[in-house]
């Protein structure tokens, strides 16, 4: 764990020790491309650094905030959502919107449309939707559907892939069974609003040409490990 917070199989956060008490210092996760060129055709540098250093950075601060002296201090990032869930309301909407926000990141690359889904995930695509422009138009119809904000998610519910709506913070890790998020796309306004104003369809066609299709299907092969 390299003395982490480990989301999504990279460090997200640190900890510091003090004489008193080891604490959880969560942080921003480092990007897989560059802020400065943003992710075309979707997603504007303006809009990218808006989310990340904006949005996403406020949900750190405020959970490294509200973690401070309680009972969660101390562990790492996806405990804390788990625990939090039902618990704590303030504490599992910031500590959930950073590893939800995390993944986001992840299931995104500046060259996602340049190769075809893997032929693993290619083939449990078809299985389930019937082919993968089936489970896009799906996914797609889903996440113009959820009303108001929040996320669409593509999980492996324990051998079975399924498209979930989550408003708001929620998210698919603090499910009961065998849960596995593959996918997700963030519909919140401030993901979309820059660019994109309130077409939401817009933002949801354009954003499949940069999906990363091999951190799905590494997170499927997880899954099924």
């Known amino acids: 764990m390299l003395g982490g917070v480990r989301g999504m199989g990279r460090v997200v956060g640190q900890r510091s020790v003090s004489a008193q008490t080891q604490r959880t210092v969560f942080t921003l996760p480092v990007l897989n491309y560059d802020i400065a060129k943003g992710l075309a055709p979707v997603i504007t540098p303006a809009a990218l650094d808006l989310h990340y250093n904006k949005h996403h950075a ?22 804390v959502v788990r625990e939090s869930y039902g618990d ?50 799906k996914f797609s119809d889903h996440a113009k559907a959820l009303f108001g904000s929040g996320w669409t998610w593509l999980v492996d519910n324990d051998g079975k892939l ?50 990363n299709w091999e951190f799905v299907a590494s997170q499927l092969a997880k899954s099924r490990s």
């Open 88 to 137: 704590n309301v303030p504490v599992f909407n910031n500590t959930a919107q950073i590893w939800n926000h995390s993944f986001f990141w992840d299931c995104m690359s500046p060259n996602g449309s340049a190769s075809p889904p893997p032929a693993d995930l290619e083939k449990a695509l078809a299985t389930q939707f019937g082919s993968v422009e089936e489970f896009q138009a």
């Open 162 to 211: 399924e498209i979930q709506n989550k408003s708001n913070a929620n998210t698919p890790i603090t499910s009961d069974g065998k849960v596995t998020p593959l996918l997700t796309l963030d519909v919140w306004e401030h993901s979309y609003y820059v660019d994109h104003q309130n077409r939401r369809p817009e933002y949801i066609e354009k954003w499949w040409k940069v999906v």
């Open 58 to 79: 406020t949900y750190v601060a405020n959970a490294n905030r509200l973690v401070e002296g309680t009972k969660y201090e101390g562990k790492d990032l996806e405990r």
